[in-house]
């Protein structure tokens, strides 16, 4: 089993910054994908960006040059930084981590989620 833990959501003005973090703890495995997804009333989730192991990244084209995402794998922890944010940023944003076992995933943890709401 794993657990997420996030933290660092909250109100911010257009232009400005945020920096999420999640912290893992459990059955981690070794190989894994972790990332952040978000939700916004009336739509479904959606992917924001991920990072492996290796720290390889991709990133949803709507972020990309601003949200930069980021992991310390001693600490199980995975950090997305917020840059320039804008009102269609405003969102839950949940961590998520994908356990693998060679190429196959095993399975997918969810975090509660943390509110980012960005507005003057």
């Known amino acids: 089993q794993v657990q997420l833990v996030e933290s660092g959501g909250g109100l911010v003005q257009p232009g400005g910054s945020l920096r999420l973090s999640c912290a893992a703890s459990?059955?981690?495995?070794?190989?894994?994908?972790m990332g952040w997804y978000r939700q916004a009333p009336g739509k479904q989730r959606e992917l924001v960006a991920i990072?492996?192991?290796?720290?390889?990244?991709n990133y949803a084209g709507s972020v990309k040059g601003r949200f930069t995402i980021s992991r310390d794998n001693a600490k199980n922890t995975v950090h997305l930084q917020m840059n320039s944010l804008k009102p269609e940023d405003t969102a839950a944003y949940y961590c998520n981590l994908r356990r693998y076992s060679g190429t196959n995933v095993v399975d997918s943890s969810w975090g509660q989620g943390t509110q980012v709401t960005v507005s003057s």
């Open positions: 459990g059955s981690i495995f070794s190989i894994n994908v």
């Open positions: 990072i492996t192991t290796d720290g390889t990244t």
